[in-house]
């Protein structure tokens, strides 16, 4: 007789009904950790992904930042162009990473996951808020990398733990607002064609209505308005502030993170109510 076949083992977000009948803030960070922890994993069966990730804002260093670091045609309150542009790119490429996040959740919805994890137990701000943590951990990835080569380039970096703690955060909350808002679109679109489109217009003008590669300063007053109610002008700011040595925040860092934090957890609410609607 053959042997009875086994059952292989569920996936890691189902568990006991008990487990996940646990209430409090412990629970939340718990269930938030393990759907982080399935997204994550695809980085293991695809790491070539970092590094494709890390052409662009090398290329933005090397060649945009190089040539302007000459030309000295854009005040950058004493610091070199270089050392000024480095935190931007940093902001640019967590936020290209974050920004198309909403994609993976409808490819997930075409591979019938999504139904799966909507009808768990798993509380809908868990799922969203699992989604900005890998978001955050992917931007934390391309933090390393640029950091590598600011160095390399000669940039005065902040090495003060409390700094680099302070560049962790601002890349976590940064990552994580911009991948709930780009949730929240997937949800509203629910087909990749207009996704990608709807990310393609949003990113330009996210990053070039920002202070990233020059001051608000120097812009023209319209689009002065438009850098103040942006977050990436924020999620600059603080790393400007944290990355550079002397290096200061013009907003106040207290506003900086207030900001990120806000915004993301509001975006977070408004993405784990529009959830459900991606498998309508």
């Known amino acids: 007789m053959r042997p009875p076949a086994q059952e292989e083992p569920p996936p890691a977000w189902v568990e006991e009904p008990a487990t996940w009948s646990r209430r409090g803030f412990p629970a939340f960070i718990r269930k938030t950790a393990v759907i982080a922890e399935m997204d994550l994993r695809k980085l293991a069966h695809d790491p070539f992904e970092l590094a494709t990730r890390a052409i662009q804002p090398a290329l933005w260093l090397l060649i945009f930042g190089e040539v302007f670091t000459r030309v000295r ?42 139904h799966k994890l909507v009808a768990s137990p798993v509380p809908r701000l868990s799922l969203v808020a699992g989604k900005g943590l890998a978001a955050g951990i992917r931007g934390l990835s391309q933090a390393v990398f640029v950091y590598g080569l600011a160095w390399l380039l000669g940039v005065d970096l902040n090495w003060h733990p409390l ?31 207009r996704f990608m489109g709807i990310g393609q217009v949003l990113t330009m003008p996210l990053f070039f209505a920002s202070n990233a590669v020059y001051p608000v300063s120097i812009m023209p007053g ?59």
Request: aromatic fraction near 12%.
């Open 73 to 114: 045609a854009i005040p950058t309150g004493g610091f070199r162009y270089l050392d000024f542009m480095a935190p931007g790119i940093l902001a640019q490429s967590v936020l290209f990473i974050a920004i198309f996040f909403g994609i993976a959740v409808i490819w997930e919805r075409d591979l019938g996951l999504v």
């Open 163 to 193: 700094a680099l703690a302070g560049v962790m955060a601002a890349v976590l909350l940064g990552a994580g607002l911009f991948a709930t808002f780009s949730l929240g679109i997937a949800c509203i679109v629910k087909t990749r064609e």
């Open 222 to 280: 319209w689009l002065k308005v438009l850098a103040h109610v942006n977050p990436l002008t924020y999620e600059v700011d603080a790393l400007r502030a944290l990355m550079l040595r002397g290096g200061s925040s013009a907003y106040g860092l207290g506003t900086d993170f207030a900001v990120l934090f806000g915004g993301g957890a509001l975006l977070t609410l408004v993405a784990a109510r529009l959830y459900p609607r991606i498998v309508v």
